[in-house]
């Protein structure tokens, strides 16, 4: 199951331009209301407390890949501290992929439930529900999946969207409702992103066909055992 592909990049450039500009960030937050009286002392110290909680994450990710037991304790540790703060959604992302390599999927649906939660944009939350709507397939929850992929996501997010329902339908053997999500997502350029999705929909077609064919294969069997012998019924 490849449940980090296409949004991989994205995740990683949004971590990227935290790393590289988080300070920048906010400190121009900072200095904005620097100008009003009275702020000065509350944003010094709220300055003090994102600096604090953006080292913390730093130090964390760089344990990602070395030891991942006591990565996994201190990203929950983390989370659990720092609340709804930014960070929190991207940590969560994190443990998820961590989770993911041991096809922990309950712990998986956990974290990205997290992150889903805490996303500071859409385009975090939009990453994370697909990332979670694919767990809720592989864990067979097809409601959950299909309730996920509803919660108003970007529609620069539809391809994507539209494919994991084509999935989920197909489980419960919804055909025509696969193939229309299919068609969905490919009228959406999703092929771009995931050329899967033409074979995907070449492969309904087939299983829908399918019964036709054996309809003629047993007609014919019947007529020419007609011709050899009588048939009993």
């Not at 385009?123 to 999946?145: N, T, W």
């Amino acid at each position: 199951m490849e449940i980090y592909q296409t949004e991989e990049q994205q995740v990683e450039a949004i971590k990227s331009y935290w790393q590289q500009n988080g300070y920048t960030i906010i400190a121009g937050i900072t200095l904005g209301f620097a100008g009003f009286i009275g702020f000065n002392v509350y944003q010094d110290k709220k300055f003090e407390q994102e600096l604090a909680v953006s080292d913390s994450y730093q130090k964390l990710i760089e344990q990602s890949g070395k030891d991942d037991k006591a990565f996994t304790a201190n990203g929950e540790k983390f989370i659990s501290k720092n609340g709804t703060n930014s960070y929190v959604a991207l940590t969560a992302l994190a443990l998820a992929k961590e989770s993911a390599t041991y096809k922990d999927w309950p712990q998986v649906q956990k974290q990205l439930t997290i992150a889903v939660k805490s996303a500071p944009t859409d385009g975090i939350k939009a990453i994370a529900s697909l990332r979670l709507a694919r767990v809720q397939v592989q864990l067979e929850k097809y409601s959950d999946a299909l309730a996920t992929l509803n919660s108003n996501l970007p529609k620069s997010f539809t391809a994507a969207i539209e494919e994991i329902k084509g999935d989920v339908y197909l489980q419960q053997d919804k055909n025509d409702l696969a193939r229309n999500a299919y068609q969905a997502a490919i009228a959406a350029d999703g092929i771009a992103t995931s050329p899967s999705l033409q074979i995907k929909l070449d492969d309904l077609a087939q299983v829908t066909t399918l019964p036709v064919t054996n309809q003629l294969v047993d007609e014919k069997t019947v007529t020419e055992s007609v011709v050899i012998e009588p048939v009993v019924k």
